[in-house]
Every structure is written in C-alpha cells, then in structure tokens.
C-alpha cells in the first residue's frame, strides 16, 4: 500500500469512527436529558472536551491573533449554535422531521464551499446521490411510522443547524489550511464554544431546553448517578474530543466536501445501535432506509 493510499485509508477511518460514535450520541442524550437540559448537556460536554483535549495534546500552539476568529466562527456555527439549534428543534418537531432536515448538512457544505472557496463540488452526480441519501434517509428516521408532520418552527431550527454546519466546515477548511496541529486547533474551537455559551447560561432558564438548575439537591442526585457520568464523558470525551479532532483531520486529509457526505450516515448507526440500546425495532422500511443510505452516499462520493 503507497503512503498516499494508506493516509487515504487513516482519513476514512477517522472519519467512520467519528460518524458510528456520532450516532451513538443520541442514546445517550436521550438518556441524560431525564436529568439536565440541553444546554447544561452542551455546555458540560464541551467543558469535559476541552480538558479531555489538553490531556491528550498538553502543548500551547503558538497562532496569528487574527486566525482567532476562525476558530471563533467556527465554534460559534459547529458547537454553539449547530448543536443547539438541533437540540432545541426536537423540543417543537419530531425526532424524524430533525433527523431528515439535518442530514441536508453535505449539500449545504458543498454549496458554501462552492461559493466562498471556489470548489467545484456540484455534479449532476452529487445532486442524483443527495437525493438518493435523502430518500433513505427519510424510510430511516419514519422506521415503520405512517407520516411526518412538518411544523415550522422546529423544522426552521434543524434548517439553521445543516446550514451552520455548512459554515463550520468552511472555517474548518479554512484553519486546515493553515496548517495547524488537529487537536490544538480542534481545542481553540471548543474553547471560543465554551466562552460563548456561557451568556445562554446566564441568560437562560424560561424554557425546559435552556433551564439551569442551581439546587443543592437536585444536583447531588443528579451528578451521583454514575450512569450520568459515563454518558456524559463518552460525549466530551470521546463524541466531542475525540471525533471532532478525527473529523477535521479527515477533513484535511480528504477534504471537507467529501467527508461530509459521510453524516448521511448517521441516522443508520443511530437506529441500529438503538436496537441494540434501547430495544427499538428496526422495521423492513427502516432496513431499506439503510440500504438506500449507503447507495446515495457512494453515488454521491463518486
């Protein structure tokens, strides 16, 4: 195997571990929004992050001050308001509805990418196997269900989530290109997230998705549950740390619009590990959904 093929192959597999354990996440949210809102959920996994990523790289990476806003934007569109939105949605619209407007994030990549970096992405082909991944996409998230029920609000907020991702990419392009340390660039972007989640904390508190609870005792039950703890680090840790460090190195060993297409994928991890999980049932339209998936995906990265 040539260094070029077996980097190649290091990039694919960066970015596969990054999406399997990207679908896990939603078990696991799930699990801990019994105990936290969403936003005490975003901000306690990109804090565990962002320490998780000085353990695993302790250096200081020396950058130019005016980068900084790069890695500003980009945790401003990829954490902040890329995660929330998503999470928020599924507060006024299905599970469904957010999983099927989301996975639009590789067309948005690829048009932002076209638009603000010159890059040629947009075939007829990419276009034939979006549409494909889509359609699988959809038989996945309604898994046996009768119909999707758009509601505006939420489905506006999932919109804004694939479109900030488009965004995230472009500033992830942009940092690769720089040709900083992946884990040290990775760790500014959590960083400027962490910082700018911090006026939704003090601000927050009039909805279910933004509360912050203050009691003594109620945080002590909550954060003595070791089941807590475990589904909170395997998000900072590892969904956060480590596959947001994997992803962007994937994304410059490959390049961001061809990594993309890989989140087609995760509503597929998503509900198979959910079987497995959860005891949800995978219906024959849920198969095919898969199926489908998989053959868009390849369509679309050839």
Known sequence: ???????????????????????????????????????????????????????MRPKWEKIRWSDNIYFALAGLSGVVIYQFSENIAIDYTSASNVSVIVSTCPMFTAIISQI?????????RFVM??????????????????????????????????????????????????????????RRVFF??????????????????TKVILSTSANAARFSNPLNWINLFFLGLVASGFCFAAWNKACNIIGTVKVSAGIYLIPVVTIIF??????????????????????????SER
């Open 1 to 55: 195997m040539s260094k070029f093929t077996s980097t190649k192959f290091f990039g694919l597999f960066m970015a596969a571990l990054s999406v399997f354990f990207w679908g896990i996440t939603f078990v696991c949210t799930k699990y801990l929004l019994n105990d936290f809102s969403a936003l005490e959920i975003l901000f306690i996994r990109f804090v565990i992050a962002y320490f998780g990523l000085w353990l």
């Open 116 to 124: 603000f970096l010159k890059q040629k992405h947009i075939t007829a």
């Open 129 to 186: 196997g979006f549409v494909i991944a889509i359609f699988g996409v959809l038989l996945v998230s309604l898994n046996g269900s009768s119909s999707l029920h758009f509601k505006p609000r939420g489905d506006l907020l999932a919109l804004l989530a694939s479109v900030c991702w488009g965004f995230y990419s472009l500033f992830i392009s942009i940092i690769n290109g720089k040709k900083y340390d992946s884990i040290c660039s990775t």
């Open 192 to 209: 400027f997230a962490v910082i700018l989640m911090i006026p939704l904390l003090i601000t927050g508190g009039h909805s279910e998705s």
């Open 274 to 299: 959910a079987f497995f999980a959860l005891g949800e049932q995978i219906t024959l339209m849920g198969a095919a959904g898969a199926a489908i998936t998989i053959a868009g995906l390849f369509i």
